[in-house]
């Protein structure tokens, strides 16, 4: 058993896919295995994936059932403390997991939300200190949507909870529903000020 699971649906993504695995192999936290889900890639991902295969990263062959079973085929084998998810489009910066799992541990928190950063955009927000809240109060702010990205991407969650919880197979933006669930399962949500998460 690791500390981290993190989760990495891979349809048709080839000329992506090694600038996001490669960032979670130069992570400065490294208690983590990699769980990388083919949903029947025919581009030539496949293999890529198998390019990857080694101790600490599982590799999952399916065919195609889309996004929301590929994250669920995911949160059945996964076995760390916590769960990230990571889109193969995507990339992190090096420190993203230690950061996340910092925040979580130092305020025991059950999610921990982040920010997506897009490059050569200019933020204009104003930097502001870690707020942590109730289920109640964290589910009104998620649905003004003025302080949580709805993406699941953003965020680290406990183990226990996520993985009571399941996407929604045949649903478009089936990241808000799953948001919406594990705030109401979970106690303490931690928002912070910090863009690891490269879209």
Same mark, same amino acid.
């Given at each position: 058993?690791?500390?981290?699971?993190?989760?990495?649906?891979?349809?048709?993504?080839?000329?992506?896919?090694?600038?996001?695995?490669?960032?979670?192999?130069?992570?400065?936290?490294?208690?983590?295995?990699?769980?990388?889900?083919?949903?029947? *890639?025919?581009?030539?991902?496949?293999?890529?994936? &198998?390019? #990857?295969?080694?101790? $600490?990263?599982? %590799? !999952?062959?399916?065919?195609?059932?889309?996004?929301?079973?590929?994250?669920?085929?995911?949160?059945?084998?996964?076995?760390?403390?916590?769960?990230?998810?990571?889109?193969?489009?995507?990339?992190?910066?090096?420190?993203?997991?230690?950061?996340?799992?910092?925040?979580?541990?130092?305020?025991?928190?059950?999610?921990?939300?982040?920010?997506?950063?897009?490059?050569?955009?200019?933020?204009? *927000?104003?930097?502001?200190?870690?707020?942590?809240? &109730?289920? #109640?109060?964290?589910? $009104?702010?998620? %649905? !003004?949507?003025?302080?949580?990205?709805?993406?699941?991407?953003?965020?680290?969650?406990?183990?226990?909870?996520?993985?009571?919880?399941?996407?929604?197979?045949?649903?478009?933006?089936?990241?808000?529903?799953?948001?919406?669930?594990?705030?109401?399962?979970?106690?303490?949500?931690?928002?912070?000020?910090?863009?690891?998460?490269?879209?």
């Amino acid at each position: 058993m690791c500390q981290l699971s993190i989760i990495v649906p891979v349809y048709q993504v080839k000329d992506y896919l090694k600038e996001c695995i490669d960032s979670i192999f130069n992570q400065t936290y490294n208690d983590w295995e990699l769980i990388m889900i083919d949903d029947g *890639s025919t581009d030539g991902s496949a293999e890529k994936c &198998d390019g #990857y295969a080694c101790e $600490k990263v599982k %590799i !999952i062959h399916q065919q195609n059932e889309g996004l929301s079973e590929a994250r669920n085929r995911g949160l059945e084998i996964a076995t760390g403390a916590y769960i990230g998810f990571i889109d193969s489009d995507d990339y992190i910066l090096p420190n993203y997991f230690e950061t996340l799992i910092s925040f979580a541990e130092q305020y025991h928190a059950d999610i921990v939300c982040s920010n997506i950063f897009v490059p050569k955009k200019k933020e204009h *927000s104003i930097p502001r200190a870690p707020l942590l809240l &109730d289920r #109640y109060h964290a589910m $009104k702010q998620l %649905i !003004i949507q003025n302080l949580y990205n709805h993406g699941v991407c953003v965020k680290l969650f406990r183990a226990e909870i996520a993985k009571s919880v399941r996407f929604l197979r045949g649903f478009t933006s089936e990241d808000v529903l799953f948001s919406y669930m594990m705030f109401k399962s979970a106690d303490r949500i931690l928002s912070i000020d910090y863009r690891g998460y490269v879209y």
